[in-house]
């Protein structure tokens, strides 16, 4: 698999191998963002929604069994592999069991091409493990849709949403950043044959729009002719 454009985020506190790590994943076409602790890193780790992490153990601050913990735990951030990073003698019988859901694990020192071996595969294996699972997600901003057990979060919360009011957020972000008629919405959403009028859209964009909370201006009013899902959040 190409690592172009496969973002890894590093969570480690020492210089050196912050240097090393990044230096190395560079050279493999992984673009890098690089955090000093773990409370920092888990806030990137929900921005950027890397597709991969590297997490040391030893942080300042929040460990990184915390950090894991917190990212395998919520719904946003539990598909994102995360590779730890073990001093000899830290708790390795915790990360090796992977009681907190690390994909792997390397005790330092390490060698980087190791690193990168292990990336490639356990990249490769989620990446499988989602396609046989059949749960393909749509997220945009602090969005989540989970298409194959029809549930939404927003900012990690689940948001309990009707069967119409799911089938319409998801085809207006589907086609996000394009003004969508309410004949359209009708016909695509709701089908032919229901008995519905272009009023009944704009009930259910209102619902769905109180639903989203703060985000509600993810959903756009094309004045005149319907309705557009944001292209940016
Ligand atoms: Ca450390």
Not at 60 to 73: I, S
Not at 118 to 132: I, P
Not at 204 to 222: A, D, M, P, S
Request: net charge neutral; proline share 3%.
């Amino acid at each position: 698999m190409a690592s172009e454009n496969l973002k890894v985020l590093i969570v480690e506190d020492e210089a050196d191998i912050q240097q090393l790590l990044s230096f190395h994943f560079q050279q493999a076409g992984y673009r890098v963002e690089i955090c000093g602790n773990g409370a920092e890193g888990l806030k990137k780790a929900r921005e950027r929604k890397p597709d991969l992490i590297v997490l040391d153990l030893m942080l300042p601050g929040m460990d990184g069994f915390e950090v894991c913990r917190a990212l395998k735990g919520a719904a946003e951030t539990r598909a994102i592999p995360v590779i730890m990073l073990t001093a000899k003698g830290e708790e390795i019988d915790k990360v090796v069991g992977f009681e907190l859901g690390a994909d792997d694990y390397l005790t330092k020192p390490f060698s980087p091409r190791e690193l990168l071996l292990r990336a490639k595969a356990v990249l490769r294996r989620t990446q499988k493990a989602e396609g046989a699972e059949e749960t393909p997600q749509l997220r945009f901003g602090e969005l989540l849709l989970d298409l194959a057990r029809h549930k939404v979060w927003l900012a990690g919360k689940e948001v309990e949403l009707t069967a119409i009011e799911f089938k319409l957020l998801r085809y207006l972000l589907e086609t996000k950043g394009r003004v969508q008629t309410r004949d359209t919405l009708l016909d695509k959403v709701w089908g032919y044959d229901a008995y519905v009028t272009t009023r009944t859209v704009d009930t259910h964009v209102k619902r769905l729009r109180e639903k989203l909370g703060k985000f509600e201006n993810y959903i756009e009013t094309v004045r005149g002719i319907g309705y557009r899902f944001a292209e940016k959040a």
